[in-house]
């Protein structure tokens, strides 16, 4: 059976825009089977169907909760470290949230669990930070191992903290116009984060001229003012999607 992959443009920002384009796929023929490496969507070559797909969360799912969701016309396609569910159903079936107050609880536990993500790792950020200073004047030698977790743990930050943000948008639209615009959230928390990853970056570079390492705190400072430049692009593609 033929199989194609499809990447995943992140749930957090392009819900709809992944769901209406899994729907298309599937018109064509190309059907979702799996998630592969939590970037790639697996689909499988069938007949052309007419459905569409929608995306819940929900952690530790039991029977209950899909079975309440097959009696309502639809069938789970695949769970994700089952808290992330992408049901299918046939076309015109009606929604699975249809109101707004169910649509804000969706999203809200999985805010949560990002915000406590995005808290920890700042935490663990913050005391790297100040080891690596400490690093420059007293221990040198580990100074490359301590830069290398605080490198990882940027990352780790970075991938809680923008669908954070993108969820917060989503239930703040939803609350404000009874719905939310995918391309808004998208270029608001890309402007945010890459503001505060240039700022990081800077400050590293800056520490590192502290301590005289020229090379690299030239490195720093230059992939710093990157993040800086293209916050402000992200930002003026922001204004102009609301």
């Known amino acids: 059976m033929k199989s194609k992959y499809v990447m995943i443009n992140g749930f957090a920002f392009s819900e709809e825009g992944d769901m209406e384009k899994l729907k298309k796929y599937a018109g064509e023929g190309w059907i979702l ?6 970037f790639f969507y697996k689909l499988k070559k069938d007949k052309p169907q007419d459905i ?9 799912a039991n029977e209950e909760y899909f079975t309440i969701f097959k009696e309502s016309g639809w069938k789970l396609v695949v769970s994700v470290e089952n808290y992330i569910h992408i049901f299918s159903a046939q ?3 009606k929604p699975i949230y249809s109101d707004c107050e169910s649509e804000i609880d969706k999203y809200t536990s999985i805010r949560n669990r990002t915000r406590k993500g995005t808290l920890y790792s700042l935490i663990i950020a913050i005391v790297l930070m100040g080891l690596l200073v400490v690093s420059l004047i007293v221990i040198k030698p580990i100074f490359l191992i301590i ?20 969820y917060n948008s989503r239930i703040k639209q939803i609350k404000k116009y009874g719905k939310c615009n995918s391309k808004a959230i998208d270029n608001k928390s890309s402007w945010k984060l890459y503001a505060i990853a240039g700022v990081l970056w800077l400050a590293v570079g800056i520490w590192h001229l502290i301590g005289k390492l020229y090379f690299s705190a030239v490195f720093f400072i230059v992939f710093g003012a990157f993040f800086i430049f293209s916050s402000s692009a992200y930002f003026k593609k922001y204004k102009k999607s609301l």
């Open 33 to 38: 089977e799996n998630i592969v490496g939590g």
């Open 52 to 60: 569409v797909y929608s995306l819940d969360y929900q952690i530790e």
């Open 91 to 93: 076309a015109g079936t």
């Open 147 to 166: 830069l290398g977790l605080l490198i990882i743990d940027i990352f780790i930050l970075v991938f809680n903290f923008m669908p954070y943000l993108a």
